[in-house]
């Protein structure tokens, strides 16, 4: 926390006209993030490789996160007068519902100061559906690459500015991104032998039981 | 002769003896050969020669390709039944062990390699996922199994098999190789003219491979009704 907390501090003082925001991680790792807006996103990145007080010379990981619409419930408490003149609170609960976005992590590292904990960086596309393009990182860390191809091919996450920006795992004609949370798989269903639930569902689609008067005739 | 006693504990290669070497049994054979006469068969001696020299493609596709290799090396040793020559081109192969996992975006060039080997040739599908697609056959990506696109000669199970497992699959070849015939009715696959030795490669597609299997190789097991 401190560390991230303080580079912060330290970016927002450097970077006035950047919009920066602490994604804290309430896990037992405490890895926080720091959010970056677009247009400040590569300024503040190649500062962080170049700057000797950080170095972060090395982008070890780069990641593709889904987030759908999700509701917050709230609860907001309010004063309500009574005809008498009395007040009594009522407690209300609040429902918001939060569009969706996809996020792109970069995890990095200095080889030079020989960091073990990383300083995550994170970048957000504005929603799920016609603007999903993010900044590429790939002209600071080269490492950046395959990786964000491999975003663009799974999310369909468009990095501005990437040199080679094509699909890496699926095949040119492959329609659709496979690892967004609303990706339909074709219905392809061959039978199995297994233990798994979800499997054993799409089973019983497929092969439903035989009727009573089949399994008259068998027994 | 430590031979014919060795020969004589094996159970019979063949279920039966090949007719070209006239009507005496094995053993009469091997009594003949104790007396310095060779009795073989233009076929038998085709067929020996080519169990004894099998040439795999030199490629692999996943972790089963790591076990192929082991194979290869000095403890498993699978010079010892004459297939250590891994070719890098399939035109000089004559068997592809498809050893691992076969995404769909790489079923069509697996097909054109097995298209480019000259005949006579044989696959020898290794581990779960080149028999059926393993873990993976619900998953997007992954073929369910070669055999939908090219004929399987040999499915050796195992995720993934042990290089015994691979040795024996090989002699388990060798033997089907053994039994090949020149001529009759059960003339070998590479000897009939009309028998197909190219296969269609399937095409990309927007979500799947297409066609997503070849009928003239492959036909659905039979619905499993006592699960």
Partial sequence: ?219 | MSETSDRSSLPPAAPEPFPAAGNISDEEREELRRHGILLTSLEELYNWGRTNSIWPLQFGLACCAIEMIATATARFDIARFGAEIFRPSPRQADLMIVSGTVTKKMAPQVVRLFNQMPEPKYCIAMGACAISGGPFKQGYNVLKGIDRYIPVDIYIPGCPPRPEALLNGLIQLQEKIKTERLKGPATARHLKPDAPSEYPIPEYDAHDLKPPKNPAVWTQNPLPRDQ
């Fill in chain 1, 1 to 219: 926390m401190s560390s991230t907390a303080e580079l912060l501090d330290h970016l927002r003082a450097r970077f006035p006209d950047a919009t920066l925001e602490l994604v804290e991680n309430p896990g037992p790792a405490a890895q926080h993030g720091l959010r970056l807006d677009h247009t400040s996103a590569r300024l503040i990145a190649t500062y962080l490789r170049e700057d000797p007080a950080w170095q972060l010379d090395y982008c070890s990981n780069v990641s593709g996160v889904d987030w759908i619409d999700r509701e917050e419930t709230e609860k907001v408490t309010t004063t309500v007068t009574a005809e008498d003149g009395s007040t009594a609170e009522k407690v209300e609960k609040v429902t918001r519902t939060i569009p969706g976005y996809f996020e792109v992590v970069y995890h990095l590292y200095s080889m030079a100061r020989k960091t073990s904990e990383p300083v995550i960086l994170r970048l957000r596309t504005a929603n799920r559906t016609d603007d999903t393009v993010v900044p590429s990182l790939t002209p600071v860390w080269r490492s950046c690459e395959f990786q964000e191809r491999e975003v663009y091919d799974l999310y369909g996450v468009s990095f501005t500015d990437h040199p080679d920006l094509r699909r890496i795992l699926m095949w040119d004609e492959f329609k659709d991104h496979p690892m967004r949370k609303d990706y339909v798989e074709p219905d392809d269903y061959e039978y199995e032998p297994t233990p798994h639930a979800t499997v054993l569902e799409r089973a019983a689609k497929h092969y439903p039981p035989a009727s009573p008067a089949e399994e008259g005739s068998q027994s």
